[in-house]
């Protein structure tokens, strides 16, 4: 299958700070990326997404970038908070597929 | 917010024991989904279905099996439970149109 990764497995940041986490892809066809958060105990939950025609998608204190001329992916919050503290996956589909590629996820800790 | 649920939440059971983990979802998607992950670990897609009475294999060999007899409902059994089977198991749907994938809260399953 596709190959998902991401480049650090945890991150520790200082509550207030800014935080970017890294993830990059192999398949080339794929058009439809998606940045979960999974807390303990918990199922994955939907954070942003972007389709591959756009380079930069925003949310409420979350960016998403794309690179596909080097298949990486990023996920900047801004003002990390305590409550931020959880894993995170990328997660990629291939185009006129219904299957999506998960990474092995990084844990982002918060320091208050 | 997505509306998907799955149960049990925990369950522990004996070797050789047939189980049903279930999951609904209210949002009348086609699309639905089973992953496995382990502790920390990325999400293995083992089942999916594109509609009622469509059921396929996904990536990771797995002995369970699937039906999808009504649009929210996608039980997962397993007819022999073993050790190799404890992990987690997340139902997914997706909407249609952006194709986001929302999951349940998972099902954390321990056989001894």
């Known amino acids: 299958g596709e190959s998902v990764g991401l480049h650090l497995p945890t991150l520790s940041v200082q509550e207030g700070d800014n935080s970017i986490i890294n993830c990059a892809y192999s398949?080339?066809?794929?058009?439809?990326f998606i940045w979960y958060k999974q807390e303990s105990g918990k199922g994955p939950q939907f954070i942003i997404d972007?389709?591959?025609?756009?380079d930069k998608r925003q949310g409420q204190r979350v960016t998403v970038l794309l690179n596909k001329t080097v298949k990486h992916l990023s996920l900047q919050i801004a003002a990390t908070q305590p409550g931020d503290s959880a894993v995170y996956f990328c997660a990629e589909r291939e185009y006129n597929f219904n299957k999506f590629y998960f990474g092995s996820g990084t844990k982002l800790n918060v320091k208050p | 917010e997505a509306d998907i649920y799955q149960t049990p939440r925990y369950l522990v059971i004996g070797t050789g024991k047939k189980i049903t983990l279930e999951c609904s979802q209210t949002?009348?998607?086609?699309?639905m989904y089973w992953y496995q992950q382990d502790p920390g670990m990325e999400l293995h897609l083992i089942h999916y279905?594109?509609?009622?009475?469509?059921?396929e294999k996904g990536d990771l060999s797995s002995e369970s099996t699937v039906s999808r007899i009504r649009t929210e409902h996608f039980p997962l059994t397993l007819e022999s439970a073993r050790p190799s089977h404890t992990s987690q198991y997340l139902c997914?749907?997706?909407?249609?149109?952006?194709?986001?994938?929302?999951f349940g809260p998972g099902t954390r399953l321990l056989v001894l």
């Open positions: 972007i389709r591959s025609n756009m």
């Open positions: 949002m009348g998607h086609d699309k």
């Open positions: 997914a749907s997706t909407t249609s149109g952006p194709e986001t994938q929302y």
């Open positions: 279905s594109y509609g009622v009475n469509s059921t």
């Open positions: 398949n080339s066809a794929s058009d439809y």
